[in-house]
């Protein structure tokens, strides 16, 4: 299967990225630039890498889609010290692209692991750019606001509430859910 982006996906990419980098940099313009930056690799690898690759890799369309009101959440939770970070997901068709015409339904078990690599990717990103601060310590400020971007996303998305991630992988399996859940608060709390 191809791997590519409509110009739909790449604008709301975009708009998505722009917005949770206004809302992580608490307004503050000077901050901007580090936290797109930021931004761009921890939110576009967790639903790229974590969510569209997966998903794409089980035979499945998925394309990212912001939400509009999500977005407009993102902004003004900010302003009361915490971010709903639920700018969009990546929406998955249960048409299998390999199989012309073939319409399967995704399974609870893929569902969930497609759901789980989202916060897998962040709490790989957060342990991997923690590490990085003690490393180069020229440039810990960036890694560290990168760690704990990356672990909030994680704890976020893995809250078992419908819609989000956590809710699909607690369904699926629970085990996971824990370890996976455990991990993002450890990482959390390290910072």
């Excluded at 990168?146 to 085990?175: C, E, M, Q, Y």
Aim: glycine fraction near 6%; aromatic fraction near 16%.
């Amino acid at each position: 299967m191809a791997f590519g982006f409509s110009k739909i996906e790449l604008r709301d990419l975009a708009i998505a990225v722009f917005v949770l980098a206004l809302a992580f940099s608490s307004w503050n313009i000077s901050l901007l630039p580090v936290t797109l930056f930021v931004i761009i690799i921890a939110f576009a690898a967790h639903e790229i890498v974590g969510h569209k690759l997966v998903a794409q890799r089980f035979g499945y369309f998925a394309e990212f889609r912001m939400w509009p009101y999500g977005l407009v959440l993102a902004l003004i939770s900010s302003l009361f010290g915490f971010i709903f970070a639920a700018p969009g997901a990546v929406y998955i068709s249960p048409v299998r692209r390999k199989f012309a015409f073939h319409v399967a339904r995704i399974t609870e078990r893929e569902n969930g692991i497609i759901s789980a690599g989202g916060p897998a990717v962040n709490i790989a990103l957060g342990f991997a750019t923690l590490a990085a601060a003690s490393l180069a310590p020229a440039f810990s400020d960036i890694f560290l606001l990168a760690a704990k971007i990356s672990f909030w996303l994680a704890l976020f998305n893995l809250i078992p509430v419908p819609p989000i991630d956590g809710s699909k992988v607690f369904a699926w399996n629970k085990l996971v859910w824990a370890v996976t859940a455990a991990l993002a608060v450890i990482g959390f709390f390290i910072l």
